[in-house]
C-alpha cells in the first residue's frame, strides 16, 4: 500500500502536520500560489465572459513537476491549503495541475481545518471534502476586479502623473478616507467654549470636584447649559460669589461591564496597533507563524492559535469547555459565569470559522515565553488573554451621581455634577482591559474619586474655576482606526488590510507622522484625478456592495460571470471618458507672478518627479527652478495663487521658498549663495513628545517609550541615560546563518538601513537587502532577499550564481 500525499502552503505548516499524519503520509508545500495572472497583459477575457487565463508561476515550474511525480505513486492527495478562498483558489490549481487530463489519477480530496492541532487534523483527515467551487469563483472574481481596475487605470496615471502609480478598487477607497479626513481636519474652524468647576469641602475627605451642567431662573425648569465665552463664564463667577452650596441628589447604582468578545481578524490588528505599536503587515505575519506552529521542546512544532483570517467570534464546544474548567482552577469559582458567554457575529460573518483564539489555554503566555521571540510572545499573550477574558464573569462598579445645588446672585438656580466610579469585583478586568482610541469616560470615573455626603447636606466652598476649552478637529487616521473605519464601512476585508496600507504608504501617497496617516501631496492629486473620473468605482459604498457580491458569490447565490459583466459597463464607460477627460498633471503649467532671476521670463508651476515644482518659461534655454512658496504648496491641491503669509529672510528682506533636505522640508532664502539663512518649517524645531508604551524595559523595568529621531521612529527606555536600553526592530524572519537569532533591522552610521542578526558579534550575517524567509526553488538557497527596481519590488536570491527572482506584487502593464 502506498503512502498519501498532503500539499499545504508553507514548510512551516507542513511539519507541524507530518508530526500528527504518521509516517502514511508524506507531507510537501506549495510556496503559497502556484498560478497566477501573467504580467505581460490583462489576462482576462473582456469581450466574452470575463474567463482569466492563469499560468503557472514563474520558478514554481519545477516546484510542480516534483508535486506531480509525487502525486504518480500516491495513494490519495490531500489538499490541505488555509480555509479561505485564496487556501480554496490554491487547492483548485494544485488540482488543475496534477490530476492529468488522461489516464488514471489519484483520488483528490480538500481537508479543512481552523486549528492545528492533533484532534483538528485528525477530524479533518477523517471526513475529507471536495474543492468548494464558489469559494473559487469568488476569488476568481476579487482576482478579476482587482485586475481591471489596476491594469485599465494604474496606465493612465503613468501618463497622466509619472510612471510607478498604481490605483486599486479598495486601496484607492483606503487613500480617499485618509485624504477626506485631512481636508475635514484643515477645514475644521474650532469652537471656543469655557467650563466651571466648583471644588467643595464635604465632612470627610476628599474635595468634591463638580462641573456646572444645568441652570434655569428661578421658578423654571433646569436646561443644559452652554457657556460660549470669558464673559459668560465670569458672569457666572461672579453671580455665585457668595452662593451656598446644598448637596441636592445622591444617587449610587450597581453597573456592569461585560467582556469583549474573542479576537477577529479586525479587531486583533486594532488591538495589536493600540497595544503593542505593531503594524497590521507585523501583526499578521506573527499570527501565521503561530497558527503555523512552533517548536516547544519535547511536544516538537505545535500550532498555538486558530486561523487568523476569520470574521466570526464563534468558539467550538471543546474550547469552551476547557476554558471554563481552567477559569475556576486559575482564578476563582466567582469568576466563572452560570453559562458560556455567547457572542453575536455581524450579520455577514462566515460561521465556517472561529474565532482567533489559542488551540488550549493549558499552554499559557508563561510556558510558552521560552520558545517564542518576544514579539510572537506578546502576541500570543494578547490572544491568550482575550480569549480568557471573554468567558469570565462580568466587572462590576457603584457608580455613585451627586448633584449639588447654588443660587447666584442673579436669581438663577446653578446645577453641578460629579461622578465617580468604584470597583466592587474585577470580573473578567484581571486578565484583560481592551485599549481605546480616545479618551474613555468610564475610566476617567474610576480616576474621580468622591467623598461620602448625604443629601442636604450643606458644602464648604474652597474655589470656583472657569476654564477655556476649543472644540476639536477630529484626528487623523492610526491604523487602528483606520482598519475599524473600512470594517466599519464594509470596504475589503481585513485578511487584505495588511496589503493595502503598505502599498498605499509604498507609492508615496501617504506618510506616517508620530503613527498617524497623512496624505502626501501626490496622495492629494491620485485621489482627486481618480475621484473625479471614477466617482462611482471609488464610492465607499459602491465597494462595499462589492465586497457584499463577493459574499454572495461566494455562497452561490449570483453567478460570478453576471457580477463582472455588471461591473464591467459602468467601469469601461468611466474609463473611455477618463482616458479624453482626466487632467494631465504631468504637463500641466500654472501660471505664477514671479518672473526668472536669469532671464526675466514668467516662472510657472510644473509637475516633476517629485512634486510641483517653479520652472521658467523659456525651458529648455533656461534651465532656472525654484522650490515652490509654502503657500504655494498648501495651494497645490485647489488654488494655486501665492495671495497669503510669505516668509521673508530676517537678514537680507528676501523671500523664503521651501525646500527639502535629508532631515525633511524647511525654509530657505532665495538670495542663496550669498545669504545662507534657513529656517525650519514651524519658525520653530518642534521635537516630537515620546509615546509611552505598555511594554517593561528588559534592562531595568522602567516603561519602554517610542522615540522620534533623525532616522525615523525607534523605541528605547524612558530611563535614558541612565538604561541606555534600545529595542532593536525584527522583521519576523530567523536568521539563515547561524539558525538561532532573529533578523533585527539596523542603520549604518550614515543612516542608510541594512539587516544584521541579533546575535551579533556571535553571529555575523548581514545583508543590504531585507531577507525573505523563503528558500530559493532554483539552488536552494536558505532565504531570499527583497530588491526595489524601477519596475516594482522582487525577491531575488543572494547567490551571485544564481539567477532567480520573482515580482512580489503585480506590476501593472497597459494592455
Not at 487547492?91 to 492529468?100: N, S, T, W
Amino acid at each position: 500500500m502506498g503512502k498519501s500525499l498532503v500539499i499545504v502552503e508553507s514548510p512551516a505548516k507542513s511539519k507541524t502536520i507530518g508530526k500528527y499524519l504518521g509516517k502514511d503520509f508524506v507531507v510537501k508545500a506549495s510556496l503559497g500560489h502556484v498560478k497566477d495572472l501573467p504580467k505581460r497583459d490583462l489576462a482576462v477575457d473582456v469581450d466574452g465572459d470575463f474567463t482569466p487565463h492563469y499560468e503557472v508561476i514563474e520558478g514554481k515550474k519545477k516546484l510542480i513537476q516534483e508535486l506531480k511525480q509525487a502525486a504518480k505513486g500516491a495513494d490519495a492527495v490531500y489538499l490541505a491549503a488555509d480555509p479561505d478562498r485564496e487556501g480554496e483558489a490554491i487547492c483548485y490549481h494544485l488540482m488543475e495541475e496534477l490530476v492529468p487530463k488522461r489516464g488514471d489519477s489519484p483520488r483528490v480530496y480538500r481537508v479543512r481545518f481552523n486549528e492545528i492541532t492533533a484532534n483538528a487534523v485528525r477530524k479533518a483527515f477523517e471526513s475529507p471534502l471536495v474543492v468548494n467551487t464558489n469559494l473559487v469563483d469568488a476569488q476568481q472574481a476579487r482576482r478579476v476586479l482587482d485586475r481591471l481596475v489596476g491594469y485599465k487605470i494604474s496606465p493612465l496615471l503613468w501618463d497622466k502623473v509619472r510612471r510607478g502609480l498604481s490605483a486599486g478598487r479598495v486601496q484607492t477607497v483606503a487613500l480617499r478616507l485618509i485624504v477626506d479626513r485631512e481636508r475635514e481636519i484643515r477645514a475644521f474652524q474650532k469652537e471656543e467654549y469655557w467650563t466651571v468647576d466648583v471644588s467643595l469641602n464635604a465632612q470627610k475627605t476628599p474635595v468634591l470636584k463638580a462641573r456646572l451642567v444645568r441652570s434655569a431662573a428661578a421658578g423654571a425648569d433646569l436646561r443644559n447649559l452652554e457657556i460660549p465665552n470669558e464673559a459668560a463664564a465670569q458672569a457666572i463667577v461672579a453671580a455665585l460669589a457668595n452662593s451656598t452650596y446644598t448637596v441636592s441628589s445622591l444617587n449610587t447604582r450597581e453597573k456592569r461591564r461585560n467582556p469583549v468578545p474573542p479576537f477577529i481578524t479586525s479587531t486583533l490588528q486594532q488591538e495589536s496597533s493600540r497595544k503593542l505599536r505593531f503594524s497590521v503587515k507585523r501583526t499578521m505575519g506573527l499570527a501565521q507563524r503561530l497558527y503555523e506552529g512552533v517548536e516547544l521542546g519535547e511536544q516538537g512544532s505545535v500550532g498555538l492559535i486558530t486561523y487568523m483570517r476569520t470574521d466570526s467570534t464563534r468558539v467550538s464546544n471543546d474550547a469552551l469547555d476547557e476554558v471554563r474548567a481552567f477559569i475556576p482552577q486559575r482564578f476563582g469559582p466567582q469568576y466563572l459565569p452560570a453559562s458560556p458567554n455567547i457572542y453575536k457575529g455581524k450579520k455577514d460573518a462566515q460561521d465556517a470559522h472561529e474565532a482567533i483564539r489559542p488551540t488550549s489555554v493549558e499552554i499559557t503566555p508563561e510556558i510558552a515565553e521560552k520558545y517564542l521571540s518576544d514579539d510572537e510572545l506578546k502576541l500570543y499573550r494578547l490572544v491568550w488573554t482575550r480569549f480568557v477574558a471573554s468567558q469570565m464573569a462580568p466587572a462590576v462598579f457603584d457608580q455613585t451621581t451627586i448633584e449639588v445645588a447654588a443660587t447666584g446672585a442673579d436669581n438663577v438656580n446653578y446645577l453641578f455634577r460629579a461622578t465617580g466610579t468604584v470597583p466592587k469585583f474585577d470580573g473578567f478586568l484581571a486578565v484583560y482591559q481592551e485599549g481605546k482610541d480616545t479618551k474613555d469616560e468610564e475610566d476617567e470615573e474610576l480616576k474621580h474619586k468622591l467623598p461620602v455626603v448625604t443629601q442636604g447636606e450643606t458644602l464648604r466652598f474652597r474655589s470656583i474655576d472657569p476654564e477655556q476649552h476649543f472644540t476639536e478637529p477630529p484626528a487623523r487616521f492610526t491604523e487602528a482606526t483606520l482598519v475599524k473605519e473600512l470594517e466599519a464601512d464594509g470596504v475589503g476585508r481585513p485578511s487584505t488590510y495588511a496589503s493595502i496600507l503598505s502599498t498605499i504608504q509604498d507609492r508615496g501617497y501617504v506618510a506616517k507622522e508620530g503613527g498617524k496617516f497623512l496624505p502626501t501631496e501626490l496622495g492629494f492629486v491620485v485621489t482627486d484625478l481618480l475621484v473625479k473620473n471614477f466617482d462611482d468605482i471609488f464610492d465607499v459604498k459602491y465597494t462595499a456592495r462589492m465586497e457584499d457580491e463577493l459574499d454572495d458569490i461566494e455562497d452561490g447565490k449570483i453567478d460570478w460571470r453576471a457580477a463582472m459583466q455588471e461591473f464591467y459597463e459602468k467601469f469601461k464607460t468611466d474609463l473611455v471618458r477618463a482616458e479624453s477627460e482626466m487632467e494631465d498633471i504631468k504637463r500641466m503649467e500654472i501660471p505664477t507672478d514671479l518672473t526668472c532671476d536669469k532671464c526675466g521670463k514668467p516662472m510657472v508651476i510644473r509637475w516633476g518627479k517629485h512634486g510641483r515644482f517653479v520652472g521658467c518659461t523659456g525651458y529648455p534655454e533656461c534651465t532656472s527652478t525654484r522650490e515652490p512658496s509654502a503657500d504655494m504648496v498648501e495651494g497645490a491641491n485647489g488654488d494655486f495663487s501665492e495671495e497669503g503669509a510669505e516668509e521673508y529672510c530676517e537678514n537680507c528682506g528676501r523671500e523664503m521658498v521651501l525646500k527639502k533636505g535629508r532631515f525633511g522640508q524647511f525654509f530657505a532664502c532665495t538670495g542663496y549663495p550669498d545669504c545662507k539663512t534657513t529656517k525650519p518649517l514651524n519658525g520653530k524645531e518642534q521635537k516630537k513628545a515620546d509615546v509611552l508604551l505598555e511594554e517593561d524595559c528588559p534592562s531595568c523595568g522602567s516603561k519602554l517609550v517610542m522615540k522620534f529621531g533623525r532616522f525615523g521612529e525607534f523605541t528605547a527606555c524612558s530611563n535614558y541615560p541612565t538604561c541606555k536600553y534600545v529595542k532593536q526592530k525584527t522583521i519576523g524572519v530567523p536568521c539563515p546563518n547561524c539558525n538561532e537569532g532573529e533578523i533585527v533591522e539596523r542603520r549604518s552610521k550614515r543612516g542608510k538601513t541594512f539587516f544584521g542578526c541579533n546575535r551579533y558579534p556571535s553571529c555575523d550575517f548581514v545583508a543590504w537587502g531585507k531577507p525573505i524567509a523563503e528558500a530559493c526553488p532554483d539552488c536552494g538557497s536558505s532565504y531570499l532577499i527583497e530588491k526595489h527596481l524601477k519596475s516594482g519590488a522582487w525577491a531575488q536570491c543572494p547567490a551571485k550564481e544564481c539567477k532567480y527572482k520573482r515580482a512580489l506584487e503585480p506590476v501593472a502593464q497597459p494592455a
